[in-house]
Structure formats: C-alpha cells, structure tokens
C-alpha cells in the first residue's frame, strides 16, 4: 500500500492538467513555415560535405579515383550550396510574410553556420588534399580563416543595428559561393589561396551590401539557378561544360570584387558632398 504524505499530496498534478499544459506550448518554441525552410538550408549544408566527402575525399585517399565521379560529387557539393542559398533567400521572405517563430533569427545563423561557413571551409581542406600543387596544411589554414569569417560575420550580424536595407561585410551565402568559385577555377596554388583569404576578409569587413529584395532577390535567384545549370553542365561533360563552368566562376568572384569598389566609391562621394555642405553652412 503507498503512503501519500500531505505534503506530497498537495503537490499532486493529474494527468489530464500535465496534457493540457503539452497543449498550451508558447507559440516561440513552434517552427513556422520560415524555420522549416531555415532547416532545409541546414540539410543542404550537411548533404554537400557528405558528398565532397564520398564522392571526392574518399576515392582520392582510397585510390579509386574516377575523374567522372569527383566531377559529379563536387558539382552535387556545390548545387546543394546553392540550393541552401535558395532556402536562405525565400526563409527570410516569408518570414516577412507570415508568423515567423522566436527561434527563427537562431535557427538561421546556425543553418547559415553550417551551409555556408562549414561547407565550403570543408570543400577549402579537400581541395588541398587532392589538388597536385595545393599544400594541405596551409589550405587547412585558409579553411579555419573562411570558418571563422563566417563565425565573425554571423555573431555581429545579431549584435550589430544596421540601417535598413544593407548588410555590413559581404553576406555569408554570397561568401561561401565566391570562396567555391575560386577553387573551382582550378588557379595556381598562390592566386586561389590569396583570393580564399580576400573574400573571408570581406565577409568581416564594415564595406557596405544591399539585402537582396524586389528586383535584386529577382536577378540573385536567377543567377543561382542559371549557376546550377552550369553545374549541371559541366558535371555530366555537356560541350563546353568546362568553358561555361569556368565563365561562371569567373562572373561570380568579379562580382565579388565590384561590389565593394562601387560601394567605396559611394561612400567616399557621400563624404565629400558632406563636406561641401558643411562648408557651404559656414560661409556667411
């Protein structure tokens, strides 16, 4: 027979009460459509080092390398960071759109952490493990630069208040892509890692970019799926896959260095028409 103390009896909570509070769960610890979307950018992160891992890792250390296996493996690697991009993009959108959770800002930065931060620091170490004239440990130096950009760039986008619009540093999925596009333009060693090491720089430097809405989310999702499609291309050796292939890269990291310089360029006549005004309030 059991003995219930009056104590204990009092504090004696009855099924149907413990039911209803599982039922009455806040409303912030629910994913909404927004965090779905924000996990399928996670998985697209985690998919792509599986395959850089399996289909170009792997038979390099094993052996059994295939030219036409790698090529399908790295382009599968690089197609789910775009994909996740394309989560990243539409995440946001609807986010705005609809109820979005309390979770969702820390969900993003993970997800982001991982597709974009993890992925291609990863695909940075493989290169320099299956390249001929890559050093591995200096490419894993690159690596850990890339993963801690985008760690940087990450913390202070949720501490910093920015005016509406822009983002500081060059944003974390446009980073990512550029980062692969060097690799992928097969340059000598030096040119590839000084390029990695400018585009992580970027990523925590205070240049200016704007936040893909309207026309621009438009042009930016065009632009990643017509890069899938070079991919694709390239992955199944279509005529010219290579040659197209290459333009792209080559497309994505001018973009890469443009955009800075015009947003400089902005700044600095902001400056001066600043100055000339103020100089224009003295004069009597």
């Known amino acids: 027979m059991t003995v219930i103390e009056p104590d204990t009896q009092a504090a004696w909570v009855p099924e149907a009460d413990v039911a209803d509070d599982t039922d009455d769960m806040p409303l912030s610890t629910r994913l909404s459509i927004a965090d779905t979307l924000t996990l399928g950018n996670a998985i697209c992160g985690f998919m792509a080092v599986y395959f ?37 993009l539409f995440d946001g ?26 992925a291609p620091a990863y695909f940075v170490v493989v290169w320099g493990m299956v390249a001929d004239d890559a050093h ?6 690159a690596a850990i ?53 400018g585009v992580a720089w970027l990523m925590v430097s205070r240049v200016e970019y704007p ?12 632009w990643i799926v017509l890069s899938m499609g070079l991919l694709a291309a390239w992955a199944f050796d279509a005529p010219g896959g290579e040659l197209l292939l290459q333009t792209g890269c080559a497309l994505q990291v001018v ?24 100089r224009a309030a003295q004069l009597p």
């Open 211 to 222: 936040k893909p809405r309207g026309p621009l989310a438009v042009a930016m999702l065009s």
């Open 255 to 278: 973009l890469g260095a443009v955009i800075p310089l015009f947003a400089t360029a902005r700044r600095v006549n902001t400056f001066r028409d600043n100055r000339r005004e103020a």
């Open 136 to 141: 591995q440990r200096v490419s894993a130096v």
């Open 93 to 118: 959108l609807v986010a705005r759109k609809l109820r979005s959770s309390a979770m969702g800002a820390e969900l993003d930065n993970l997800s982001d952490l991982i597709s974009f931060g993890l």
């Open 145 to 197: 630069v890339v993963l801690l950009a985008v760690v940087l760039r990450l913390a202070r986008f949720s501490c910093v208040q920015l005016r509406d619009g822009i983002f500081q540093g060059m944003p974390s999925p446009f980073g990512a892509l550029t980062v692969v596009s060097i690799v992928l333009l097969e340059l000598p060693f030096v040119p590839t890692l000084l390029a990695i090491m």
């Open 52 to 88: 850089t891992t399996t289909g170009v890792l792997i038979p390099h250390l094993t052996g059994n390398e295939d030219g036409g296996m790698a090529r399908h493996s790295a382009a599968t690697a690089v197609i789910l960071m775009l994909l996740a991009s394309v989560f990243d």
